[in-house]
């Protein structure tokens, strides 16, 4: 049974940093992209970073570049997201997602093909 197991999330002051972890199990975690992404109150889920199976490619929105850094143990199966310089706009529940695909996902089939969710962790960011 495929398991991502998602972690860390809590309530920060703005400016404060978080690091969010997701442990996954069941499947071949390095054959594997890693992508989180964030769906706050009102709004569509939105893809905020990813990192391809090796780890040696990552891609951010936009609005978190500089500021989030995707990582991932593939010894521990897990991948990582540290916050930093939070705002209050960043508040949203995380996902992290698993599939097959390269680093950029827009020919992945996701009709036909394997990919798992997390079950989300909740970041607050007060002003």
């Known amino acids: 049974q495929e398991h991502l197991v998602g972690s860390g999330g809590g309530v920060v002051h703005s400016g404060g940093s978080l690091r969010l972890s997701c442990a996954a199990s069941g499947f071949t975690f390095s054959s594997f992209a890693m992508r989180w992404y964030r769906q706050a109150p009102g709004k569509e889920r939105e893809l905020v970073a990813a990192i391809s199976k090796g780890g040696g490619r990552t891609n951010y929105a936009d609005s978190v570049k500089g500021r989030f850094t995707i990582s991932r143990d593939n010894a521990k199966n897990t991948v990582y997201l540290q916050m930093n310089s939070l705002k209050p706009e960043d508040t949203a529940v995380y996902y992290c997602?698993?599939?097959?695909?390269?680093?950029?996902?827009?020919?992945?089939?996701?009709?036909?093909?394997?990919?798992?969710w997390g079950q989300g962790t909740q970041v607050t960011v007060s002003s």
């Open positions: 997602k698993a599939d097959p695909a390269g680093l950029y996902d827009g020919d992945y089939d996701y009709s036909s093909g394997p990919y798992y």
